[in-house]
């Protein structure tokens, strides 16, 4: 009988094991739960045992899962250096990977994707353009970039847009600010504070356009920061409350330095993408993916796109 087993299984139960859940895994290789305990039950099926134990949390594998785990771990590295050796073929040059970002707390994720792309592609040389931008995708348009980070795709001709993960944005405030024991924040809370804030367009900050300016509510006052670590150190001594994503904040929050709260009864989660050219090449989808892949792992506040 010709076995059922395929590469997309193997990734599925190393997925499975980075992840700790069946939920989580799902949405790592973009199909339903449903889907995925189909896949799992054919295995099991076909080899006779469950592949891992079904109440454990997080998810404890089975001699038998073990095995094909081992496998995965076996299997996946060749499989996905060939696929790298065959586009490495196909471009048939040494590349270059120059990325454009338009804030300083895309550092979190990006800096751990770029060193694991460097292992993988040690001939493409990459390269942060310098300084931060307003428009990140216009540097596409002039050739002083091959892929942008940005938040709000648009319709420029050439430039393609790739969903890299979903992310929350949450209010931080001092552990002694008397929104800090309430279970989420509103946004008439902002009337009277300082808001502290990247020096941008607020067209840019996403806390103004998806949280404040929809509530028609204005800051008393603003006061700006580059840095991520400037912004967070303003915030922790009472200067005002700031609004950030989750995973640039929450070493400093489990530290106690400061508070941290949904930004609405539902939270607020936004989706950050990144823009190519058209005729981008090969090695930057390898790039999309380890992002998509190491953010929501390592990360707090991001979650695969649904």
Sequence with gaps: MKSPLEIRHLRLLQTLADTGTLSRTAEHIHVTQSALSQQI?????YYGTSLFER????????????????????????IDSAERDV??????????????IECHSCFDWLMPTMDKFRGQWPEV?????????????????????????????????????HALFDFEMVACCSPNHPVASRPYIKPEDFINETLIQYPVDD?????IKHFLRP??????ARRTAELTLAIIQLTASGRGLSMLPTWSVQPQAD????????????????????ATMHDAEPWLENFLELVRTLAPISLAGIRPCS
């Excluded at 067209?203 to 806390?207: A, H, I, Q, S, V």
């Excluded at 509530?215 to 008393?220: E, L, M, R």
Aim: with cysteine; proline share 7%; net charge neutral.
């Design 87 to 100: 586009a490495r073929i196909a471009s048939g040059s040494v590349g270059r990977l120059r990325i454009a």
């Design 255 to 274: 530290q106690g330095y400061i508070k941290t709260l949904p930004l609405g009864k539902q939270g607020l989660w936004c989706r950050l993408y990144a």
């Design 41 to 45: 039950k054919q295995l099991e099926d």
């Design 203 to 207: 067209n840019m900050l996403d806390g």
């Design 215 to 220: 509530a028609g509510i204005t800051p008393k």
């Design 125 to 161: 040389e990459q390269d942060l353009v310098s300084g931060l931008t307003p428009d990140p995708v216009a540097l596409l348009l002039t050739d002083e970039a091959d892929l942008a980070v940005h938040t709000e795709p648009d319709q420029r001709e050439g430039v393609i847009y």
């Design 55 to 78: 109440k454990s949390n997080p998810i404890r594998f089975t001699p038998g899962g073990e095995r094909l785990l081992n496998l995965a771990r076996l299997c996946l590295p060749q």
